[in-house]
């Protein structure tokens, strides 16, 4: 392949990754998908290609499509051990983040909710919401009438607003939100980890390092601050586990803020935290290493935060 048309591929490298990662909820798949794509455009005839972009982003579209219907994701996500993917803050495959709809089309909510969409209603959200495609350039892409479209977006935007959480937090804001469930998760009173969370609060894990064959889910406030407490509570036992002292750090992570445990170099779990009306609607922990290798990375290849607990 000529350098012209390699370069002309990486320069839409971030974006392409960005919109493959909002369609399958992973950074290991995206990755996969814009791989395949760049194969594909290095066997196309370009000189019949007329808009690269355009022909780029139907193939990822559409390759990412074709994965989500496999029936391989879909005994995965059929068995409920799937979880979307954390990504840290300023992780380009978070692509665009210019309007509330961009944000919250990338926050860990909505792309679970969006298992809920076909494969189709999926794409044309995301097309639309996150990177303002027509309707008519969306028919376009895959390959159905601007009508049909219409109807998927409509669809898919009545399934997804139950998602709504707060998107414009800042690292201070999100410092000073992980402070105070750290400190009341330490105080030992359920009714303090309580307070700061909203009458309908759940949660979500994979288990103490991502062990778990099957989420654990706590189905309302009582049940997810008595495992919170529980969780974040250090133990001489816990520190064996992991071989040493945590740090806990405070980070944005997918717009929402979130608890980090590492350890040296190493990342040992994320808890994401999602607030609505200004408490905390929904914990995600997520701590198997697959699936947090894209984020370990950026966090090993940034200067970290000064943590909030040096040796937990």
């Known amino acids: 392949m000529d350098t012209v048309a390699v370069a002309r591929f990486e320069a839409s490298r971030d974006r392409l990754a960005s919109l493959a990662y909002r369609l399958l909820g992973s950074a290991a798949d995206a990755e996969d998908t814009v791989q395949d794509a760049f194969l594909r455009w290095q066997s196309a005839d370009r000189d019949y290609v007329e808009v690269p972009e355009a022909w780029l982003t139907k193939t990822v579209t559409n390759l990412a499509i074709d994965r989500l219907r496999s029936a391989a994701v879909r005994r995965e996500r059929a068995v409920g051990a799937w979880m979307p993917e954390p990504l840290l803050d300023g992780d380009p495959m978070l692509g665009p983040a210019d309007t509330v709809e961009q944000r919250e089309s990338v926050t860990l909510a909505v792309l679970t909710l969006m298992e809920r969409l076909t494969p189709v209603e999926r794409a044309v959200y995301v ?18 009438t601007e009508s049909g479209s219409q109807q998927h ?160």
Not at 127 to 144: G, N, Q, T, V
Not at 285 to 299: H, L, N, Q
Request: a positive charge; proline letters at 4%.
């Open 127 to 144: 097309l639309r919401e996150a990177f303002s495609y027509s309707h008519a350039e969306i028919a376009e892409i895959l390959d159905i």
């Open 153 to 312: 977006a409509h669809r898919a935007r009545r399934r997804i607003s139950a998602a709504r959480t707060s998107v414009d937090i800042d690292a201070a804001a999100a410092r000073r939100i992980v402070a105070a469930f750290l400190d009341a998760a330490a105080s030992g009173r359920t009714e303090r980890l309580i307070a700061l969370l909203t009458d309908d609060a759940t949660g979500v894990s994979d288990g103490a390092l991502g062990t778990a064959t099957k989420l654990i889910r706590y189905g309302n406030p009582r049940q997810l601050a008595i495992a919170m407490r529980a969780g974040f509570t250090p133990t001489a036992a816990k520190r064996k586990r992991v071989g040493g002292s945590p740090s806990v750090h405070s980070a944005l992570v997918n717009g929402c803020p979130a608890i980090v445990l590492t350890l040296e170099d190493r990342v040992l779990g994320v808890a994401v935290l999602e607030v609505r009306d200004g408490r905390i609607a929904v914990l995600r922990s997520v701590s198997a290493p697959r699936r947090i290798t894209r984020f370990a990375d950026r966090w090993r290849r940034q200067r970290p935060p000064v943590p909030l607990i040096d040796a937990w």
